[in-house]
């Protein structure tokens, strides 16, 4: 499988390097990375969205007031999906699949964009995003971004072991070994991580289970202040993100498991990623 590296969204939030760690200005950088998968038999699978055309369109119409404004969102059409898939030189009919780690606003805003795409998801999440009550969880999960899908995939979570984690494959097709979800609880309800089989071992798409690069890959966990607030104010269950969190950075740091792991929204965990393989980027 060919896996491509996509930002499908800017945010630039005020606070600069308190959020990013790295930005001079007022403004950090966060990004929306997703995946676009070839696969020999199964077509074009995305993991994740990112930010729809219709939501670059109609922002008021789909999206929080409040979350459009603290995130920055900058509504570019040239960030969706849609536009990157085409810019790729593919068919957007093609895309089959839709893996989502979760149904926050900045990861399934492209639903709709692909209209041939069946949408696997975990069940609790979607129960989840379908009775939210409460003035985040109305903001956080928009039903205008996913009311149009009419072919879904719901998974409970409970399968298989992939590196000490419960994994449940995905159906799709000859590719159901090599796709699978990784429930990540804690963020949200059914939050999941999406890991990706390659010939140079095992990619993990953890989401939102972590924001920032330091909270990864070093013993001691860093992360800025911004992003630490963030994901308190976001966070479903603080014992089960911290206690997923902390997996994540064990297996992070365990040198026989060949697995490069990346969250959602870091700037230079995409750029790391689109450079270790510029061919597939």
């Known amino acids: 499988m060919r896996v491509h590296h996509l930002n499908c969204g800017c945010m630039c939030p005020l606070g600069g390097a308190l959020f990013d760690g ?40 789909r999206l929080s007031t409040f979350f459009r404004y603290f995130n920055n969102i900058r509504f570019e059409h040239r960030y969706t999906a849609l536009a990157q ?23 399934a805003g492209g639903l709709e964009d692909f209209p041939n795409a069946r949408v696997h998801v975990m069940q609790t999440e979607m129960d989840a995003a379908r009775s939210a009550a409460g003035w985040r969880d109305t903001r956080r999960f928009r039903e ?22 419960d994994a449940v494959r995905t159906l799709i097709g000859a ?71 902390n997996r994540l950075r064990a297996l992070s740091l365990a040198t026989d498991q060949q697995v490069r792991m990346f969250c959602s929204h870091d700037a230079l965990e995409l750029e790391r990623a689109q450079a270790a393989n510029p061919a597939r980027s």
């Not at 790729?88 to 093609?94: H, I, K, R, T």
């Not at 072919?151 to 000490?164: I, K, T």
């Open 22 to 61: 790295f930005s001079r200005g007022l403004t950090a950088r966060l990004v929306c990375h997703c995946l676009l998968i070839e696969t020999d038999t199964d077509g074009l699978v995305l993991v994740d969205t990112g930010f729809g055309t219709a939501d670059v369109a109609r922002p008021g119409a």
């Open 85 to 107: 898939v085409r810019q790729l030189g593919f068919d957007p009919q093609d895309v089959r699949h839709i893996v989502l780690t979760h149904l926050d606003f900045d990861h």
């Open 144 to 165: 205008k971004q996913w009311a149009g899908v009419t072919d879904w995939a719901f998974y409970q979570p409970q399968g298989e072991r992939w590196n000490g984690f």
């Open 175 to 245: 590719n159901s070994h090599d796709i699978l979800l990784v429930p990540l609880a804690g963020h949200t309800p059914g939050h999941a991580g999406v890991a990706v089989r390659t010939g140079e071992g095992w990619l993990l798409h953890a989401g939102d289970a972590y924001f920032y690069r330091g909270e990864i890959g070093n013993h001691r966990r860093e992360c800025t202040p911004g992003l630490r607030f963030y994901q308190r104010m976001m966070e479903y269950d603080h014992k089960q993100r911290v206690d997923n969190q």
